[in-house]
């Protein structure tokens, strides 16, 4: 998928097995861990390839919305939790370290998060967590 050499065709459909390998791998589990793996390669293509309205991997809207819909906290409990993530038990950390993994990918593209949808609105105010995030 990241090999510039190969047809841009040929490196979506990488893209495409590369989000079809992480389903599999957490097919069992860990929902979270696959989201965060999958945001990482569907950031990319949208990097890489642009926007498509016909392919959900590479929209943004989408994207955030399947971000959002794993992270498992409220954004007032994760920004209130970050504030004091070095007195958390181990699992907190983990929860929290696994949003930020979630939500990186996204700064890159913040260019294209811009609008009024709520999807959009309610990713910017994450956004802003990530530095506070261990």
Known sequence: M?????????????GGLALAA?????????????MADAARVRAYMIAEFGVSDTDA???????????????????????RMAGEWRTLRREQILQLRLIKNML?????MRGLLEGDAP??????????????LP
Do not use: N
Not at 22 to 33: H, M, V
Not at 57 to 75: M, Q, T, Y
Not at 104 to 108: C, E, G, H, S, V
Not at 119 to 132: C, F, Q, S, Y
């Open 104 to 108: 990186t990918p996204l700064l890159p």
């Open 22 to 34: 992480i389903s599999e791998k957490y097919a069992d589990g860990l929902p979270q861990r696959a």
């Open 57 to 79: 991997s590479r929209d943004p809207s989408a994207l955030c919305s399947d971000i959002l819909r794993h992270l498992e906290l409220s954004r007032e409990a994760a920004a």
């Open 119 to 132: 999807v959009l609105r309610d990713t910017r105010a994450w956004l802003k967590l990530i530095p506070m």
């Open 2 to 14: 990241q090999r510039s050499t190969f047809l841009a065709e040929v490196r979506r459909r990488w």
